[in-house]
T-cell receptor, first 114, second 116 residues
Framework: ETGVTQSPTHLIKTRGQQVTLRCSSQ?????VSWYQQALGQGPQFIFQ???????GRGNFPPRFSGLQFPNYSSELNVNALELDDSALYLC?????????????FGPGTRLTVL | AQTVTQSQPEMSVQEAETVTLSCTYD???????LFWYKQPPSRQMILVIR??????QNATENRFSVNFQKAAKSFSLKISDSQLGDTAMYFC?????????????FGQGTILTVHP
């Protein structure tokens, strides 16, 4: 069984640029959540996708957007990058509802904004 | 809104000894789950243990156990027979029902160092 994978591993961008991060969910999982983890902090919920629709959003501006595809993989897009967007971005997938609310995390993408 | 608080930024323990990490939380939901996740320096987040709020019995997973005090909204993690591989950042997390289904709210984390 393949776990959650993310690409790329590392990324360096400059202020004002746009970035796309990718996530493949674990087999059988239909829900994907994205989190931002600043250095030394706990992850913060960005948003969640279920069956290709956004299903909840945290306190992040609209320049953070996402997509989920029919195979349940997902993208996180960030426009007009700011220095504070530098963080580890974690993707997590979870099995169909009715289970334990558990989420399975990928290794993350380290984004550096210069 | 859900909140999770970990009041111990750093902890250390000698190998083979026992250590307890603290966590308090707040939610208005009746149906929720609590988790302890481990994030080693390699950074992949791994689930350590899970507790369903409706279960009174404390969860255990090998050397890891929790003390779940629902009325006090407290959820501590006890690691017995600590091993060098337990060195990591530990996060307490809450997943509540209702509109917050599937959204994890994390604490600030506790850095645990196991010394030989």
């Amino acid at each position: 069984e393949t776990g959650v994978t993310q690409s790329p591993t590392h990324l360096i961008k400059t202020r004002g640029q746009q970035v796309t991060l990718r996530c493949s969910s674990q087999s059988g999982h239909n829900t994907v959540s994205w989190y931002q983890q600043a250095l030394g902090q706990g992850p913060q919920f960005i948003f969640q996708y279920y069956r290709e629709e956004e299903n909840g959003r945290g306190n992040f501006p609209p320049r953070f957007s996402g997509l989920q595809f029919p195979n349940y993989s997902s993208e996180l897009n960030v426009n007009a990058l700011e220095l504070d967007d530098s963080a580890l971005y974690l993707c997590a997938s979870s099995p169909p509802s009715g289970s334990s609310y558990e989420q399975f995390f990928g290794p993350g993408t380290r984004l550096t904004v210069l | 809104a859900q909140t999770v608080t970990q009041s111990q930024p750093e902890m250390s323990v000698q190998e083979a000894e026992t250590v307890t990490l603290s966590c308090t939380y707040d939610t208005s939901e009746n149906n929720y789950y609590l988790f302890w996740y481990k994030q080693p320096p390699s950074r992949q987040m791994i689930l350590v243990i899970r507790q369903e709020a409706y279960k009174q019995q404390n969860a255990t997973e090998n050397r890891f156990s929790v003390n779940f005090q629902k009325a006090a909204k407290s959820f501590s993690l006890k690691i017995s027979d600590s091993q060098l591989g337990d060195t990591a950042m530990y996060f307490c997390a809450l997943s509540a029902g209702g509109t917050s289904y599937g959204k994890l709210t994390f604490g600030q984390g506790t850095i645990l160092t196991v010394h030989p």
